[in-house]
């Protein structure tokens, strides 16, 4: 079956760097897009990006740009979401999630990384 | 960017009664190849988001059959039929036609 697993929580200093990391399995990684989403306590849902993993081709949120850089590593099927300059409001649960490149659903979600920005 | 509203933002619904959520898009989503590129999530409490439907209407796998969505161009509508206790949650719809994806405020469902 189709599983992303997520790197666990993280908490960081503002300036600082975060880089959250998602194994996928059960299918190949290199036929799916990964999606990051992420969503603060409480609130609803945030786009930040894709990345093609055959490709290493990516598209940022505008929001994003310049502080993110989605990466992957498809030896180990794994793909990266590094977000820079971090602040308080960037504390928030961070999904990987898969793109279906035909239906472009974002079908298949990993269980979150909660990144916690705090001095 | 495409905005996606909701109504209502929150739902309290007897089982076993239907539940209707409405989406709308500030454009259309309808794409040159035909497809519309509208989806709903459901995120149970403590979990991430699942797939529900996707391109309208068509149930994802897994998906119970109570679960069905219409609609075109910029309106949108996820009903349930017969809502359950572990309906509960938070829904939301989502758009891919264009980037960014954006989704819906989200409809917390709850159970009277």
């Known amino acids: 079956q189709v599983q992303l697993v997520q790197s666990g929580a993280e908490v960081k200093k503002p300036g600082a760097s975060v880089k959250v990391s998602c194994k996928a399995s059960?299918?190949?990684?290199?036929?799916?897009?990964i999606n990051w989403v992420r969503q603060a306590t409480g609130q609803g849902l945030e786009w930040m990006g894709w990345?093609?993993?055959?490709?290493?081709?990516?598209g940022y949120a505008q929001k994003f740009q310049g502080r993110v850089t989605m990466t992957r590593n498809t030896s180990i099927s794994t793909a990266y979401m590094e977000l820079s300059s971090l602040r308080s409001e960037d504390t928030a649960v961070y999904y990987c999630?898969?793109?279906?490149?035909?239906?472009?659903?974002?079908?298949?979600w990993g269980q979150g990384t909660l990144v916690t920005v705090s001095s | 960017d495409i905005v996606m509203t909701q109504t209502p933002l929150s739902l309290s619904v007897t089982p076993g009664q239907p539940a209707s959520i409405s989406c709308k898009s500030s454009?259309?989503?309808?794409?040159?190849?035909?497809?519309?590129?509208l989806y709903w999530y459901l995120q149970k409490p403590g979990q991430s988001p699942q797939l529900l439907i996707y391109?309208?209407?068509n149930r994802f796998s897994g998906v119970p059959d109570r679960f069905s969505g219409s609609g075109s161009g910029t309106d949108f509508t996820l009903k349930i039929s017969r809502v359950e206790a572990e309906d509960v949650g938070v829904y939301y719809c989502?758009?891919?036609?264009?980037?960014?994806?954006?989704f819906g405020q989200g409809t917390k469902v709850e159970i009277k």
């Open positions: 999630a898969r793109g279906d490149g035909y239906s472009l659903a974002v079908d298949y």
């Open positions: 059960g299918y190949t990684f290199t036929s799916y897009d």
């Open positions: 990345m093609n993993p055959n490709s290493g081709n990516t």
């Open positions: 454009q259309s989503l309808l794409h040159s190849d035909g497809k519309t590129y």
């Open positions: 391109e309208v209407s």
């Open positions: 989502m758009q891919s036609i264009q980037l960014p994806r954006t």
